[in-house]
């Protein structure tokens, strides 16, 4: 039985998740971020501040971490990832899960496997994915520092029943019965369901000889487009590329958009395949 502490419990990602743990007969912390309190096992408090918090008093073996503060700067994320280091060092921890995205891996990358470098520019990524690379970049950077396994867990898009957004970031509504797809019909969207994502978690979480990287998605050949019509019988209206590519660069030279302008626009109608045998042959739950 290990003791597992889930960071980010609350995330939509997370849901669910405690609950196998304890089937497979594991103890399970969570913690979120806000007020410094303690509800039988689930712990909040400031997230940048995880390793001074008096309540987390457990030895814990294995932390998952799902939290990324969306709405914080480089800085304030890199912040929390230098505190769960010193946490991880402080109580005992032998493997850091870290709950990475297909997001951290570059846009013009035209296959990516479990080796594929994350991207180092990363000021070319869309919001969310500056964040995630940037979180990815220091623990990486950090990985021969610590005692304790680092591990990449890169998911596509996540489904469930209960998403709370289906189609954040693929289509926008213009009515109830018109969408806009934010790309075309070839843009690829690789996804995986979220009880997929738990099982393997539940695998990796007390799995010999790790991988350092796990590659989780589902299926071949995914797009934005076939996703969408999958779960809305709206009419959907792709994006035309060849001019939305021909204005970003107009636009750069008149100076109106920087190379991050750019790499946005052609980063909504990328194409990538994946191939992810090496997860697959290591995890049950994707075989």
Same mark, same amino acid.
């Given at each position: 039985?290990?003791?597992?502490?889930?960071?980010?419990?609350?995330?939509?990602?997370?849901?669910?998740?405690?609950?196998?743990?304890?089937? @497979?007969?594991?103890?399970?912390?969570?913690? +979120?971020?806000?007020?410094?309190?303690?509800?039988?096992? *689930?712990?909040?408090?400031?997230?940048?501040?995880?390793?001074?918090?008096?309540?987390?008093?457990?030895?814990?073996?294995?932390?998952?971490?799902?939290?990324?503060?969306?709405?914080?700067? *480089?800085?304030?994320?890199?912040?929390?990832?230098?505190?769960?280091?010193?946490?991880?060092?402080?109580?005992?921890?032998?493997?850091?899960?870290?709950?990475?995205?297909?997001?951290?891996?570059? @846009?013009?990358?035209?296959?990516?496997?479990?080796?594929?470098?994350?991207?180092?520019?990363?000021?070319?990524?869309?919001?969310?994915?500056?964040?995630?690379?940037?979180?990815? @970049?220091?623990?990486?950077?950090?990985?021969?520092?610590?005692?304790?396994?680092?591990?990449?867990?890169?998911?596509?898009?996540?489904?469930?029943?209960?998403?709370?957004?289906?189609?954040?970031?693929?289509?926008?509504?213009?009515?109830?019965?018109?969408?806009?797809?934010?790309?075309?019909?070839?843009?690829?969207?690789?996804?995986?369901?979220?009880?997929?994502? %738990?099982?393997?978690?539940?695998?990796?979480?007390?799995?010999?000889?790790?991988?350092?990287?796990?590659?989780?998605?589902?299926?071949?050949?995914?797009?934005?487009?076939?996703?969408?019509?999958?779960? +809305?019988?709206? *009419? *959907?209206?792709?994006?035309?590329?060849?001019?939305?590519?021909?204005? +970003?660069?107009?636009?750069?030279?008149?100076?109106?958009?920087?190379?991050? %302008?750019?790499?946005?626009?052609?980063?909504?109608?990328?194409?990538?395949?994946?191939?992810?045998?090496?997860?697959? @042959?290591?995890?049950?739950?994707?075989?």
């Amino acid at each position: 039985m290990a003791t597992i502490l889930i960071c980010g419990h609350r995330a939509y990602a997370a849901r669910g998740l405690k609950q196998l743990f304890v089937e @497979n007969g594991h103890n399970v912390v969570e913690f +979120s971020r806000g007020d410094v309190m303690r509800d039988g096992n *689930v712990v909040t408090g400031p997230v940048s501040e995880i390793d001074k918090n008096p309540l987390l008093t457990e030895d814990i073996n294995v932390v998952i971490n799902f939290i990324l503060l969306q709405n914080g700067t *480089v800085e304030e994320n890199e912040d929390y990832f230098n505190a769960l280091l010193r946490f991880s060092s402080t109580h005992g921890v032998k493997r850091l899960i870290q709950i990475s995205s297909i997001s951290s891996y570059p @846009n013009d990358a035209p296959l990516i496997t479990e080796d594929t470098p994350t991207e180092k520019n990363v000021k070319l990524k869309g919001a969310y994915g500056i964040i995630k690379a940037a979180a990815d @970049n220091l623990l990486e950077r950090k990985r021969n520092k610590v005692d304790f396994d680092i591990i990449f867990v890169r998911p596509g898009y996540i489904i469930a029943a209960d998403h709370p957004h289906p189609f954040a970031g693929i289509a926008k509504f213009v009515t109830s019965k018109l969408a806009i797809l934010i790309g075309d019909k070839k843009a690829t969207l690789p996804c995986v369901r979220r009880e997929v994502l %738990h099982r393997c978690l539940a695998e990796i979480a007390v799995q010999e000889n790790p991988l350092q990287v796990y590659l989780l998605v589902e299926g071949k050949g995914g797009t934005k487009y076939s996703y969408f019509r999958t779960l +809305s019988n709206a *009419v *959907v209206i792709p994006l035309p590329k060849c001019l939305f590519f021909i204005a +970003s660069d107009v636009l750069k030279v008149l100076h109106i958009f920087n190379q991050r %302008h750019v790499g946005m626009v052609k980063g909504a109608f990328k194409v990538n395949r994946f191939d992810n045998s090496k997860t697959r @042959n290591k995890l049950k739950s994707l075989q």
